[in-house]
C-alpha cells in the first residue's frame, strides 16, 4: 500500500521545528529521569508506581473514547500495586496479587453488566490489559533498577531507546527526502518508515556501546555492561522498542484521539512517553540475566 504523495512527503520531511521541540523536552526530562534512577530505593519505586499510575489513567480514557468501560479505579491501584510489588514483597505473598486482582476485575465487570453495561465481558479484558499491560511491564523499572549494576543497566537500555528513536527520526528525515519513503505501519503511523526504523537500529546499536565504553572508563561500575554487551542491548533496544510506540498508536488510532494525554504540553501524556520504554526495559533486565549466565554468574 503506498502513501498519497502529499501524505508520503509529510511522512519524509515532518516540520524542522519537531526535532528542536524534541530536544528541548529531552534536555529538562533525561536529567529530571536520570535523577529519579539515581536516588533508588523506596523513593524511586513510588515515583515509577505514580508515573504508571498516570498512564493507566490515560489507558482507561482512552479506551472510554470508544464506548468501553473499563474499572478505572481498578486500573490505577492494580497498575501501581503490580509495580510496587517489585520493591515492596508484601504486597504480593506467595504471588497472590495477580489472582486476586483478576477475581476484583471479575466482579466489579459482573456487576456492572448487571446494571446494564451493554460489553462487560470486553469491558473485563480490558480491565485486565490495562493492569498487567502496565503494571507488569512497568514493574521491570524497578526489578532492573535493583539488580547489582542494575542502575548502570537501567540508563544504558532508556538512552539508547532515547537516541535510536532520534536516530529514527533523522534517518526517516534524511532518506525519506531522497527515496520515496516505505512507511512500516501506513494505518498505525505514517511518518514511521522502514528507513527510520534502520536508524534506529543503528543508532540503539551504537549508543549502547558507546554507554559501555564510557560505563568502563568509570572505573568499571557496570560490571558485564562492556561496548559488545552494551552494543548488543542497543541493538535490541533499537529493533524492538518502536513496537511499543506503535501499540499505543493502535490504542489511539481505535480510540480516534492525537495523544493518550496532555502530561506535557504538545508532546503528549505519560503513556506517550514510556510506550517504548515498556519495551526497552524488560528487555534490558532480562538481557543482563542471560549476559550474567553466560558469564558463569
Known amino acids: 500500500m503506498r502513501l498519497p504523495a502529499t501524505e508520503a512527503r509529510s511522512a519524509a520531511a515532518p516540520p524542522s521545528g519537531d526535532l528542536f521541540d524534541r530536544l528541548a523536552v529531552s534536555i ?30 490515560e489507558y482507561t480514557r482512552l479506551f472510554a473514547h470508544t464506548h468501553y468501560r473499563p474499572a478505572k479505579p481498578l486500573v490505577l491501584a492494580g497498575v501501581a500495586l503490580l509495580a510496587l510489588s517489585a520493591h515492596f514483597s508484601a504486597l504480593s505473598p506467595a504471588h497472590l496479587l495477580p489472582a486476586l486482582l483478576i477475581a476484583a476485575a471479575l466482579i466489579w465487570h459482573l456487576v456492572d453488566y448487571e446494571r446494564g453495561a451493554p460489553a462487560s465481558g470486553t469491558d473485563f479484558v480490558v480491565t485486565l490489559g490495562g493492569i498487567f499491560y ?18 548502570w543497566w537501567l540508563v544504558a537500555a532508556l538512552t539508547s531507546m532515547w537516541l535510536a528513536d532520534t536516530g529514527a527520526y533523522l534517518f526517516g528525515r534524511l532518506f525519506g527526502r531522497r527515496l520515496i519513503p516505505r512507511p512500516m505501519a501506513p494505518r498505525l503511523s505514517p511518518r514511521k518508515t522502514w528507513e527510520g526504523y534502520a536508524g534506529s537500529v543503528l543508532w540503539g546499536g551504537l549508543a549502547g556501546a558507546g ?28 529493533a524492538l522498542g518502536p513496537f511499543g510506540d506503535l501499540g499505543v498508536s493502535m490504542i489511539k488510532r481505535q480510540s480516534g484521539v492525537k495523544d493518550a494525554g496532555a502530561l506535557i504540553a504538545g508532546h503528549g501524556g505519560a503513556l506517550d512517553r514510556i510506550d517504548s520504554w515498556l519495551v526497552a526495559v524488560p528487555l534490558g533486565y532480562y538481557f543482563l540475566l542471560l549476559v550474567r549466565a553466560l558469564a558463569g554468574g
Open 134 to 151: 502496565l503494571g507488569w511491564l512497568g514493574r521491570y523499572f524497578i526489578l532492573l533498577r535493583a539488580e547489582p549494576a542494575g542502575l
Open 211 to 238: 554507554l559501555g565504553v564510557l560505563w568502563g572508563l568509570g572505573a568499571g561500575p557496570a560490571g558485564l555492561l562492556t561496548w559488545q554487551t552494551g552494543g548488543v542491548l542497543g541493538l535490541l533496544v533499537g
Open 28 to 57: 529538562v526530562l533525561i536529567p529530571a529521569a536520570l535523577l529519579v534512577i539515581d536516588i533508588g530505593g523506596w523513593p524511586y519505586a513510588l515515583i515509577v508506581a505514580a508515573l504508571l499510575g498516570v498512564a493507566g489513567r
